[in-house]
């Protein structure tokens, strides 16, 4: 056993025994639960243009479910809530969250607002990683966000917060060996906001990831090496269709870091992560070992003199509220860069920028649009696609 995986366990029993006890020990009184039903459409127009072709320039038009979402939230007494969603876009079902969440835990050990999280859900990483798809500025998550968020994955969270800060850590499904030896898999996150007043934020964090297997960045596909999602299908399909990113062996693990930083001024807001990745490439080509770079910077405005919401419990940004009936108009310009290493990715970066209007109807509706330009470049050739997205989004 690696020093690495011995270390994984240290930490992970004692994290897995000591929330069981509490949980054993906590007290329950029984209640006919309350379920609040929800659901989200979010319907999207796509033109492509480009792709990573040289020889040939692919061109698409279409009109497709994004996500189709409905779930419920409840409680079954004082301390216990759950949740659950599933997604029916496209041509399967989708489990996305089903987890139960414990907020008690504070009588039972004295330190205020702790909460113990059981079941699929989002692993402590990241800021936009976080952020609920409706609320997110931007139609679609940063390519440098995608490359790296693990997904929703099953697993056990403890989390809090206080007045400026928050904190989490998790341990969550990997792979299981050949031995039936299951490979976990860990993340924690914690943020600081020095400043947060009514018309001014200032918001800092880290984030911390191990992956192992079928764990790592990406876990949709369950694979490192898989290209991330590039703000439009097509732009997305582009790249997994021009063997630009390679997918690398069932045996490969990655350390990611993440840092976060986030400033809100009146209506004025400006948004950025920066993603480290080391990859332990067992068993791929001659190759031990590789790294990865990835970044984003967002800044933002709203025309009619909203702020963003800001959720001081999650350390996450919340949905929009207007101001007026006329709604909340906003703009936004979304740079972002991504370089997957040598081996991932033969030597090609992708730069993509995002510009894009929304429109806030009211809470729970949104139109928005967007025109996406990303480009491949290894030093030799740069590919360009270009999509322009637009949206309708309905939270019900």
Request: aromatic share 12%; proline share 3%.
């Given at each position: ?20 006890l ?6 329950v009184t ?87 999280t ?28 995608n ?7 099953i ?14 850590g ?22 600081y ?10 918001h800092?964090?880290?984030?911390y ?47 990611i870091?993440?840092i ?13 992560e ?14 031990s ?25 999650t ?8 101001n ?31 510009s ?19 480009v ?21």
């Amino acid at each position: 056993m690696t020093n690495w995986k011995k270390a994984r366990c240290l930490l992970a029993l004692p994290m897995f025994l000591g929330s069981t006890l509490l949980l054993v020990a906590a007290p329950v009184t029984t209640r006919a639960a309350e379920i609040n039903l929800s659901g989200r459409l979010q319907l999207d127009f796509e033109a492509f243009s480009g792709g990573f072709n040289p020889s040939t320039e692919d061109t698409a038009v279409d009109i497709f479910e994004r996500s189709l979402r409905l779930g419920g939230t409840g409680e079954l007494d004082d301390n216990w809530n759950f949740a659950f969603e599933f997604d029916f876009a496209g041509n399967a079902v989708n489990l996305k969250d089903a987890y139960v969440k414990y907020s008690g835990l504070s009588e039972l050990t004295g330190i205020d607002n702790l909460s113990l999280t059981l079941g699929k859900s989002d692993p402590a990483f990241g800021l936009q990683a976080q952020i609920e798809g409706t609320d997110t500025v931007a139609l679609e998550r940063s390519p440098a966000v995608n490359a790296f968020k693990p997904g929703d994955l099953i697993g056990l969270t403890l989390s809090g917060y206080g007045n400026n800060f928050t904190y989490a850590g998790g341990i969550y499904e990997g792979s299981t060996n050949a031995d039936n030896t299951i490979n976990a898999t860990l993340a924690f996150r914690g943020t600081y906001t020095p400043i947060n007043e009514s018309a001014r934020l200032f918001h800092v964090g880290m984030s911390y990831a191990h992956y192992e297997s079928l764990g790592l960045p990406d876990a949709r596909q369950g694979q490192l090496g898989n290209a991330p999602y590039i703000g439009s299908s097509y732009l997305s399909a582009s790249i997994s269709n021009s063997s630009l990113v390679q997918t690398v062996s069932p045996q490969s693990s990655a350390d990611i870091l993440g840092i976060e930083l986030a400033m809100v001024t009146d209506s004025l807001y400006l948004q950025g992560e920066y993603f480290y990745g080391n990859y332990d490439l067992d068993g791929y080509s001659n190759h031990s070992r590789d790294e990865a770079h990835a970044l984003y910077v967002q800044v933002g405005m709203f025309l009619t003199g909203e702020m963003r919401s800001y959720d001081h419990q999650t350390g996450l940004f919340d949905s929009v509220s207007p101001n007026s009936e006329r709604g909340a108009l906003e703009a936004y310009l979304q740079y972002s860069y991504l370089d997957l290493g040598s081996d991932l990715a033969r030597d090609y970066t992708i730069d993509t920028i995002t510009s894009g209007l929304n429109w806030y109807a009211n809470k729970r509706t949104r139109i928005g649009a967007a025109f996406v330009i990303n480009v491949a470049d290894n030093s030799q050739t740069d590919y360009v696609g270009r999509a322009f997205k637009a949206r309708l989004q309905v939270v019900f």
